[in-house]
C-alpha cells in the first residue's frame, strides 16, 4: 500500500498562493463573505488590508461589488465564501452578473463537499460541480492536494474569465511532486493500469489512488486519471484513457447526477459509448459529523471506492 504525505489544507495553500502572487499583481483584490477565517482569505487580509473588502452575510450584493470591479475597475476580484453560499445562494448573480458578460472574476468555493467540519447540513453542498458547469463561460476547477492548488492558482490567474475553484476544508494526502504544473482544462494520469480505468476530482482523488493501492491486492489493474479540470472536459483525454481499458468508473465527493460522473458518461455516450459505473454521493442531502463516520455512512471512504470498483469489474467480466 502506498502511504502519502498529509499536506496542508487547500484553504490554506490559497490564502497562501494569493497573498504571494498579489505582490506582483496590483489588480488582484479580494471579497470575503463573513467567512475569511474559515477559508484563509484571512492571509490575505493581513497582508493586503486595503485590497480585501469585508462584504458580510450579503453574497449577492458581494457578487456585485466584484462585477463593478471587474468591468470599471480592471480588477481582478476573488470572490470567498462557502460553496454552499457562493454556488447556491448567490446562483443568480453569478449568472446575470458575472457569468453572462464573461467577467475576469475567480469564485472560491470553499468548504466544498461532504467534510465541512460539522458546519450543519445548511452549509453543506454536494451539486456546487452541476451549477457550474452548466452556466455558459464558467470554467471549473478542483485541485486534488497544495502542490496543485498553488499552481492551478497561477493558471486561473492568469486566465481572462470567471472561474470556479473548489476547495475542501481538512488536510489533504499530497498526490504530485514539487515540480508539477497545472494545465487548465487538462486531464493527468496519476496510475498506469489494465483492467479499468478510473476518473476521479479534486481531493477524492486521493481516496481513489488509495482505492487502487488495495485493488492491486486482488490483481485488479487500475489506470487512474485525475480531473482537475471538469469544465472545459479534456474529452481526447477521457476518450484515449477509457479505450485503454474497456470499462470505466467515476468516484467524487459530490453528487454523481451531473457532476464528474454525468460529465463523463455524456463525452463517452458521444465519442465512445461503453460501461460506465458512475460512483460518489447518490441523490442525498447531507448532515454534519465526523469525517470518517461520513466518508463510510456516505459510501465514498477508500474501502468502499474499492468495492465499488471491484464489483463493476466483475459484473462486466
Known amino acids: 500500500m502506498t502511504t502519502m504525505t498529509m499536506g496542508k489544507p487547500l484553504r490554506v495553500a490559497m490564502g497562501e498562493t494569493i497573498t504571494d502572487l498579489a505582490a506582483d499583481n496590483d489588480r488582484l483584490v479580494v471579497l470575503d463573505g463573513d467567512t475569511a477565517v474559515s477559508t484563509r482569505v484571512d492571509i490575505f487580509q493581513q497582508a493586503y488590508p486595503e485590497r480585501f473588502y469585508q462584504t458580510g452575510i450579503a453574497e449577492m450584493n458581494m457578487l456585485g461589488m466584484a462585477a463593478g470591479m471587474a468591468t470599471v475597475g480592471g480588477l481582478i476580484p476573488i470572490v470567498s ?16 452578473l458575472i457569468a453572462q458578460p464573461k467577467l475576469n472574476v475567480k469564485l472560491l468555493g470553499g468548504y466544498s463537499g461532504l467534510l465541512a ?25 478542483c485541485p486534488v492536494d497544495e502542490v496543485e492548488t498553488r499552481s492551478a492558482l497561477e493558471a486561473v490567474i492568469e486566465y481572462d474569465g470567471p472561474v470556479y475553484f473548489r476547495l475542501n476544508r481538512g488536510n489533504t494526502p499530497i498526490i504530485f511532486d ?35 493501492d488495495e485493488l492491486a491486492a486482488d490483481g485488479i489493474d487500475v489506470h487512474l486519471v485525475h480531473v482537475p479540470t471538469v469544465k472545459p472536459l479534456d474529452v481526447d483525454a477521457v476518450v484515449a484513457a477509457a479505450k485503454k481499458t474497456g470499462l470505466v468508473v467515476t468516484t467524487e465527493e459530490g453528487t454523481i447526477i451531473g457532476g464528474l460522473g454525468g460529465a463523463i458518461a455524456e463525452a463517452l455516450g458521444e465519442f465512445a459509448p461503453m460501461p460506465v459505473k458512475r460512483h460518489g454521493l447518490q441523490d442525498v442531502f447531507g448532515e454534519s459529523g465526523p469525517d470518517g463516520d461520513l466518508l463510510d455512512k456516505y459510501g465514498i471512504s477508500p474501502p468502499h471506492v474499492a468495492s465499488a470498483i471491484r464489483g463493476f469489474v466483475a459484473a462486466n467480466k
Open 81 to 96: 465564501t462557502f460553496s454552499a453560499f457562493i454556488a447556491s445562494r448567490a446562483h443568480d448573480s453569478i449568472r446575470v
Open 178 to 212: 514539487d515540480d508539477y504544473k497545472f494545465q487548465l482544462g487538462k486531464a493527468v494520469t496519476v496510475r498506469e493500469g489494465s483492467d479499468v480505468t478510473v476518473f476521479a476530482t479534486g481531493t477524492h482523488t486521493s481516496r481513489a489512488y488509495e482505492a487502487a
Open 117 to 141: 467540519g460539522m458546519t450543519g447540513k445548511t452549509h453543506l453542498l454536494f451539486d456546487d460541480i452541476p451549477i457550474m458547469r452548466a452556466m455558459a463561460n464558467m470554467v471549473v476547477v
